[in-house]
Structure formats: C-alpha cells, structure tokens
C-alpha cells in the first residue's frame, strides 16, 4: 500500500511505485473517475494530433507484425536501390 499527503491547493505527490504502475512521468496527465467501490486512476498520454495515426489499431497491429517477421528473420537486404526495386517487382 503507498500513501500520500495531500498538500496545498489539493496537490499529491505520486509515490514511485504508483508513477511506475500508471506509466506516467512529469507532465503527463491522470484522469479520475469516481466509481461504486472506489476512485479509478488512470495515466494519460498526450499525443500531438499529427501523430495520431501511428497509434491506430490498424497501425500498431502492423508494427506487430513487422517485428514478429524481424525477429523471425524473414526480412531480406539489398546492395543497392536497383535491387531493392528489382525485388519488388
């Protein structure tokens, strides 16, 4: 169990443990939500909106395979851009 002392103006400082377990660091965001047994707290990361589409299901499901096929080594190398462009074709 970790404990924390409520100061001035609200403010509490997150035990490490509590930081490490939401994944947050200064500056990050928490969120609150008052529940039937309880407070749920949840770590927040903003992400700029240009960069929204790297954290899409659709294209995280394919990060997750391209390192499924780099760890199984099934990924090729090219000497030089006229083989790279003769295997695509």
Partial sequence: MSRAVIRAEGQITLPADIRDA????EGDD?????????V???G???I???QAWFWSAQWQEGE???TADLE???TTKDA?????????S
């Fill in 80 to 88: 030089s851009s006229e083989d790279l462009l003769a295997t695509l």
């Fill in 30 to 38: 928490v969120s609150f939500v008052v529940t039937d047994r309880g």
């Fill in 40 to 42: 749920l707290m949840r």
């Fill in 64 to 66: 997750r395979d391209a």
């Fill in 44 to 46: 927040l990361k903003v």
């Fill in 22 to 25: 939401l994944h947050v660091d």
């Fill in 72 to 74: 199984a080594g099934r």
């Fill in 48 to 50: 700029p909106a240009e």
